[in-house]
């Protein structure tokens, strides 16, 4: 089994800041790509950010030069640094991790967290 728990989502004003945090555990051999996505109501689920195992970064246009991504491969876990906060960023955030259990048998596969609440309002 792996699980990926999210934290740091919450209540923000404009301009303000959060960081968010996406932690993998259990049988886990090899990641790849982690990411972060975000689903706003009545939208459909979209891209923020994503990083490779080797730390190369792609950004939604959105978001480019206010959120920074990055990992902690000795902790399993991505991190989202959120910046310059928008009232249209208001979305559940959801991080991805594609991974591969063990080393024979398993493919990679995506797993998905459960969301957290990001809420930019005055």
């Known amino acids: 089994q792996v699980q990926l728990v999210e934290s740091g989502g919450g209540l923000v004003q404009p301009g303000g800041s959060l960081r968010l945090s996406c932690a993998a555990s259990g049988i886990i051999f090899s990641i790849n790509d982690m990411g972060w996505y975000r689903q706003a109501p009545g939208q459909q689920r979209e891209l923020v950010a994503i990083i490779s195992n080797s730390g190369i970064t792609n950004y939604a246009d959105s978001v480019k030069g206010r959120f920074t991504i990055s990992r902690d491969n000795m902790k399993n876990t991505v991190y989202l640094q959120m910046d310059s906060l928008k009232p249209e960023d208001t979305a559940v955030y959801y991080c991805?991790?594609?991974?591969?259990?063990?080393?024979?048998?398993?493919?990679?596969?995506?797993?998905w967290g459960q969301g957290t609440q990001v809420t930019v309002s005055s």
């Open positions: 991805n991790v594609n991974l591969k259990q063990y080393r024979w048998g398993s493919p990679f596969r995506d797993y």
